[in-house]
């Protein structure tokens, strides 16, 4: 499976990357976020390579939902997919944006790939196995390695959304007694805790399930967890809340070692 979102993933970065160069105008969903024909080229390639591949899986997909086609997943595993994360960052010209393929068993994501494409970087990880890809210039992988979660330091590193930070995480950053932390975008904050050069990353605003299914499959491969607040494990495919719209994330907090308690202050 991994394979096929490596190919699709990869794909997806070409084209992203030749829209970047030749310029793209920037429309605004209903959500007020932006949109760009990178995010929906991006979507097309991958929902194709997931038809060819696995047919019979259903895919959520962000471009998709947004215009109204969504599947049913009740008692099913999907493919969770969000082709453009970090869609600001990329329309403000920056390098953090990511593609994102996912797949949830049993409300867990078991597998998934972060595809940083400007950066040339990619990440994956199931079954317990994560990996760090270096993609060449010509969009083929031209190295692996794998990587693995860090045991919580004394000095600890956390890590905040570059654009949607909150009262609530400097209050977590106190009253745990971190005193570093770093702002960027997208969901690489996932893949920065895999590879062990950070160790937390509280979410106190709002996140959609396709921007965290990837992150957190490579995350939990590397021996890392995403918790909601009162220490579950996030899970996936969460439709129905008369509270909320579908698909929507709780607060959650990432954690990069295997010590997920911090004592306070």
Same mark, same amino acid.
């Given at each position: 499976?991994?394979?096929?979102?490596?190919? *699709?993933?990869? #794909? =997806?970065? +070409?084209? $992203?990357?030749?829209? %970047?160069?030749?310029?793209? &105008?920037?429309?605004?969903?209903?959500?007020?976020?932006?949109?760009?024909? *990178?995010?929906? #080229? =991006?979507? +097309?390639? $991958?929902?194709?390579? %997931?038809?060819?591949?696995? &047919?019979?899986?259903?895919?959520?997909?962000?471009?998709?939902?947004?215009?109204?086609?969504?599947?049913?997943?009740?008692?099913?595993?999907?493919? %969770?997919?969000?082709?453009?994360?970090?869609?600001?960052?990329?329309?403000?010209?920056?390098?953090?944006?990511?593609?994102?393929?996912?797949?949830?068993?049993?409300?867990?994501?078991?597998?998934?790939?972060?595809?940083?494409?400007?950066?040339?970087?990619?990440?994956?990880?199931?079954?317990?196995?994560?990996?760090?890809?270096?993609?060449?210039?010509?969009?083929?992988?031209?190295?692996?390695?794998?990587?693995?979660?860090?045991?919580?330091?004394?000095?600890?590193?956390?890590?905040?959304?570059?654009?949607?930070?909150?009262?609530?995480?400097?209050?977590?950053?106190?009253?745990?007694?971190?005193?570093?932390?770093?702002?960027?975008?997208?969901?690489?904050?996932?893949?920065?805790?895999?590879?062990?050069?950070?160790?937390?990353?509280?979410?106190?605003?709002?996140?959609?399930?396709?921007?965290?299914?990837?992150?957190?499959?490579?995350?939990?491969?590397?021996?890392?967890?995403?918790?909601?607040?009162?220490?579950?494990?996030?899970?996936?495919?969460?439709?129905?809340?008369?509270?909320?719209?579908?698909?929507?994330?709780?607060?959650?907090?990432?954690?990069?070692?295997?010590?997920?308690?911090?004592?306070?202050?």
């Amino acid at each position: 499976m991994l394979r096929t979102f490596e190919r *699709a993933a990869l #794909e =997806a970065g +070409r084209a $992203i990357i030749t829209v %970047l160069r030749e310029g793209f &105008p920037v429309a605004m969903k209903a959500d007020a976020s932006p949109v760009t024909v *990178a995010d929906e #080229e =991006a979507e +097309r390639i $991958i929902l194709a390579h %997931l038809a060819k591949d696995y &047919p019979e899986i259903p895919v959520v997909a962000e471009e998709s939902v947004a215009a109204g086609k969504i599947p049913d997943i009740a008692g099913r595993g999907f493919f %969770l997919v969000d082709p453009l994360d970090g869609t600001r960052e990329f329309v403000d010209g920056r390098q953090e944006f990511t593609v994102n393929i996912a797949y949830i068993e049993n409300g867990a994501p078991v597998a998934g790939i972060v595809y940083a494409p400007a950066l040339g970087l990619a990440f994956s990880g199931e079954c317990g196995h994560a990996e760090r890809l270096v993609v060449t210039e010509d969009f083929t992988v031209g190295a692996r390695s794998a990587i693995t979660v860090r045991e919580q330091p004394d000095d600890r590193l956390a890590l905040a959304s570059l654009r949607h930070n909150s009262p609530e995480t400097g209050s977590f950053l106190a009253h745990h007694a971190i005193s570093k932390c770093t702002n960027i975008g997208s969901s690489l904050k996932f893949c920065l805790l895999a590879e062990g050069k950070a160790d937390v990353y509280p979410r106190f605003t709002r996140t959609m399930e396709w921007d965290t299914a990837a992150g957190d499959a490579v995350l939990r491969a590397a021996g890392g967890s995403t918790v909601t607040l009162d220490g579950a494990p996030l899970t996936y495919g969460k439709t129905g809340a008369a509270a909320d719209f579908d698909f929507a994330n709780p607060h959650f907090i990432s954690w990069g070692g295997r010590k997920h308690v911090l004592e306070p202050a």
